[in-house]
């Protein structure tokens, strides 16, 4: 079965650095999603992507935020410095078609130190 | 306007027993609620969706009740299982827009 998988699993940074959370959606689909979910809390939208460009973006995704399809197969986030308040689990999603189920993978957690 | 709220935050169910976790929304806009089944470590999963034009769908031990008049709409889970134990999250979306808005979460514990 078709999945959505993303690396690394884990990823420890220090406050300031960038890094880059990697994802490959199912091969079919158009559109392309990060969330976030901060230990015990809700999951959060951060950005949708269609058709080579965001289409929508939530108040969370500042400049600090950018993503990027490289290659026609991976969807990237990157976060250029990262902060202490970022540390959460960023689950990539993706969907065939705007009225399809959503697929989400297995998340990457990131930890700020 | 977007949000979703969720309840309970927790929820202790024996063996065998129903477990029952709801949601309301404001947004008259959204067509279509999916609930999502997380284990620990893991992305969350579609288990059972609805579109207003039903008040009920059944799959399988999964049940999802809507009330389109009170903008709610709930999760029943029959014979609950040890297994079952996970996070659950309703969301909400509409046609035409592709983004989930997704309530806080209920965590389940199904004690044998």
């Known amino acids: 079965e078709p999945e959505v998988t993303q690396t690394p699993s884990h990823q420890v940074t220090q406050m300031g650095q960038e890094v880059i959370l990697r994802c490959v959606p199912i091969s079919n689909h158009l559109y392309f999603y990060w969330y976030r979910q901060i230990l015990g809390q809700k999951v959060e939208f951060l950005v949708s992507?269609?058709?080579?460009?965001?289409?929508?973006k939530s108040e969370i995704f500042d400049d600090q935020f950018s993503v990027e399809r490289p290659d026609g197969s991976n969807f990237t986030l990157k976060i250029r410095s990262t902060k202490l308040e970022d540390s959460a689990m960023y689950f990539c999603a993706s969907r065939r078609g705007v009225n399809t189920e959503a697929f989400f993978g297995q998340g990457t957690r990131l930890t700020v130190v | 306007q977007q949000q979703v709220k969720q309840s309970p935050q927790s929820l202790i169910v024996q063996k065998g027993g129903i477990s029952i976790i709801n949601c309301a929304y404001e947004n008259t806009a959204f067509d279509y609620f999916p609930w999502y089944q997380q284990f620990p470590g893991k992305g969350p999963a579609l288990l059972i969706a609805i579109r207003p034009d039903v008040s009920e769908k059944k799959e399988g031990r999964f049940t999802i009740s809507f009330n389109k008049s009170a903008k709610q709409f709930s999760l029943h889970i029959m014979d609950s299982q040890p297994g079952d134990s996970a996070t659950y999250f309703c969301?909400?979306?509409?046609?035409?827009?592709?983004?989930?808005?997704f309530g806080k979460g209920t965590m389940l514990l199904v004690s044998p």
């Open positions: 992507f269609y058709n080579n460009e965001i289409s929508e």
């Open positions: 969301a909400a979306t509409y046609s035409g827009y592709s983004t989930l808005t």
